[in-house]
Nanobody, 124 residues
Framework: QAQLVESGGGLVQAGGSLRLSCAASGRTFSNYAMAWFRQAPGKEREFVAAINWNGGSTYYADSVKGRFTISRDNAKNTVYLQMSSLKPEDTAVYYC?????????????????WGQGTQVTVSS
């Protein structure tokens, strides 16, 4: 069983930046593809970004492309989401997810393990 713990959320003004972290334990981290999803109030959880096992391939939702960067450090069992040029519409609970496999995946159903989420609020 993998455990995922997110951190780094908070309140930021529009145009600002935040870096989210997700620390993994319990499994061999490099065997897992990782992703970030988010869920705004009253909306479904949506895909944000994904990364393959060694960080060599990434994929982003159109809404964050060019503003967010996903990365991972397998030595630290941690995946990151650097968020820049934040907009009020980025306000959501951000979740880290892990899926066994060496590619990257964009569908929520593919992911086996989830963190508890971290709140990101962007004020206008």
């Amino acid at each position: 069983q993998a455990q995922l713990v997110e951190s780094g959320g908070g309140l930021v003004q529009a145009g600002g930046s935040l870096r989210l972290s997700c620390a993994a334990s319990g499994r061999t981290f490099s065997n897992y593809a990782m992703a970030w999803f988010r869920q705004a109030p009253g909306k479904e959880r949506e895909f944000v970004a994904a990364i393959n096992w060694n960080g060599g391939s990434t994929y982003y939702a159109d809404s964050v492309k060019g503003r967010f960067t996903i990365s991972r450090d397998n030595a630290k069992n941690t995946v990151y989401l650097q968020m820049s040029s934040l907009k009020p519409e980025d306000t959501a609970v951000y979740y880290c997810a892990a899926a066994q496999g060496r590619s990257y995946y964009i569908y929520r159903s593919t992911y086996d393990y989830w963190g508890q989420g971290t709140q990101v609020t962007v004020s206008s």
